[in-house]
């Protein structure tokens, strides 16, 4: 049934692409994969390799149960449902993973599956999209892996999205370097005194618009500081 199930994803996705560049069926496969993985029966993993077929194939949908069965059509069609994805979702909300039904669970698992191949290959999307896989990832997908006691699937779920998402530091460490360029402009002997005030005042602010502001303004300011600094002071030397 596996082999079949395969066969026909195979034939039906031929000469479709990933943004890779993979063959699509390389998606399914990967997907059955993780189902097995996770030790889900031959039903779902069947389920995982047909789970593209009616959104993005020309197959019948009335020949699914004929066949495969009325179980694995089943799975198919509740996975490209979003009526019977809340469904599966508010049962698991309403009682411990251990208490909802086995369709249930089998649908649930397919969809996490299905996220955490394309979280793997996220990095062929653009920077947007991988942003909004991402933090959808983390805040959908993990906790639903989390609720099943899918821990380390929910882990490296949330390894993959905070890979993908900019550092929340980023903006922090890109000022404070910019920062540190700029100092140069200053006499040697003040460079680390104003640089460290600086970098205390920058840690202190509490978003990226407002450390971006910060280090514009005073980029803006420091030729007016370097010249106030290497001004001679009253009754020092020329030198």
Request: with cysteine; charged share 20%; aromatic share 4%.
């Amino acid at each position: 049934m596996i082999e079949r199930s395969y066969a026909t994803a195979a034939e039906w996705h031929q000469g479709q692409r990933r943004r890779s560049g993979d063959p699509y069926v390389t998606h399914p496969l990967a997907v059955a994969q993780i189902v097995a993985d996770l030790g889900m029966d031959h039903h779902t993993v069947c389920a995982a390799l047909l789970h593209d077929l009616l959104e993005d194939t020309e197959y019948p949908a009335d020949r699914l149960a004929g066949e495969f069965g009325p179980d694995i059509a089943d799975l198919v069609a509740a996975v490209s449902d979003a009526t019977a994805v809340q469904q599966a979702l508010t049962a698991l909300n309403a009682a411990p993973a251990a208490a909802i039904s086995a369709r249930d669970r089998a649908v649930l698992v397919l969809k996490l599956a299905d996220r955490l191949h394309n979280m793997r290959t996220v990095r062929f999307l653009d920077r947007a999209r991988q942003h909004v896989k991402a933090q959808q990832t983390l805040d959908l997908q993990a906790p639903v892996a989390d609720a099943l006691g899918l821990d380390q699937l929910s882990g490296e779920l949330r390894r993959l999205s905070s890979a993908a998402l900019p550092s929340a530091d980023c903006p922090a460490t890109l000022c404070r370097q910019v920062l540190a360029v700029t100092t140069l402009l200053l006499p040697t002997a003040a460079r680390t005194r104003w640089l460290q005030e600086w970098t205390g005042e920058l840690g202190a602010l509490p978003t990226c618009r407002a450390r971006m502001c910060f280090t514009v303004h005073i980029i803006v300011r420091m030729p007016h500081l370097a010249l106030i600094l290497r001004r001679p002071r009253p009754g020092s030397l020329p030198w």
